[in-house]
T-cell receptor, first 112, second 116 residues
Framework: GESVGLHLPTLSVQEGDNSIINCAYS??????FIWYKQESGKGPQFIID?????DKRQGQRVTVLLNKTVKHLSLQIAATQPGDSAVYFC???????????FGKGTMLLVSP | GAVVSQHPSRVICKSGTSVKIECRSL??????MFWYRQFPKKSLMLMAT?????????EQGVEKDKFLINHASLTLSTLTVTSAHPEDSSFYIC????????????FGSGTRLTVV
């Protein structure tokens, strides 16, 4: 299940389950979104991106859904594996501006 | 694919000394580089944005005299933490942006700075 509190929100799943990680973004004008995976002590690693003219985009085992009406982004990971254990961040960008704004992050823990 | 090399990965320094962190784009020219700071179990906080050959743009609350950023070439940016104090201990991450059919952001592997 998912826990939210003073610490980083954590999602605990069993190996083989499908995982859904959610993100509420801040700027309704943002038009480019990226999901990153960060393992302990490492830099963020690109997973998948989506532009605001799309609602859904699929990659290998991952799907990103975008709901602009409620400023919500989700990352679905199919058949979650222990190697998927990491912190996942969404990031948003507005065309014409170079900066990315990161969300708070969710820790995904996958049990064998 | 685009690769960003960040060095060193870990550094320990004494209070009052300065530390330089390098960020290199290995196989592309980075029009813009970014420096982030990350505290444990927290998100990435943008410190500054730098474009090659011009002064960095610092985010509100980031001391530009404390965190010196140099972006002298399209493949190298450096962050120097001057007169470091224990509260500067953190994980610093650089990112580089380039146009490769689409603007992509590539991150370095981060630098763990510990000031003792």
């Amino acid at each position: 299940g998912e826990s939210v509190g003073l610490h980083l929100p954590t999602l605990s799943v069993q190996e083989g389950d499908n995982s859904i990680i959610n993100c509420a973004y801040s700027n309704s004008a943002s038009d480019y979104f990226i999901w990153y995976k960060q393992e302990s002590g490492k830099g963020p690693q690109f997973i998948i991106d989506i532009r605001s003219n799309m609602d859904k985009r699929q990659g290998q085992r991952v799907t990103v859904l975008l709901n602009k009406t409620v400023k919500h982004l989700s990352l679905q990971i199919a058949a979650t594996q222990p190697g998927d254990s990491a912190v996942y961040f969404c990031a948003e960008n507005l065309s014409g501006y170079s900066t990315l704004t990161f969300g708070k992050g969710t820790m995904l823990l996958v049990s064998p | 694919g685009a690769v960003v090399s960040q060095h060193p990965s870990r550094v320990i320094c004494k209070s009052g000394t300065s530390v330089k962190i390098e960020c290199r784009s290995l196989d592309f020219q980075a029009t813009t580089m970014f420096w982030y700071r990350q505290f444990p179990k927290k998100s990435l906080m943008l410190m500054a944005t730098s474009n090659e050959g011009s002064k960095a743009t610092y985010e509100q609350g980031v001391e530009k005299d404390k965190f010196l950023i140099n972006h002298a070439s399209l493949t190298l940016s450096t962050l120097t933490v001057t007169s470091a104090h224990p509260e500067d201990s953190s994980f610093y991450i650089c990112s580089a942006r380039s146009y490769q059919g689409n603007y992509g952001y590539t991150f370095g592997s981060g630098t763990r700075l510990t000031v003792v």
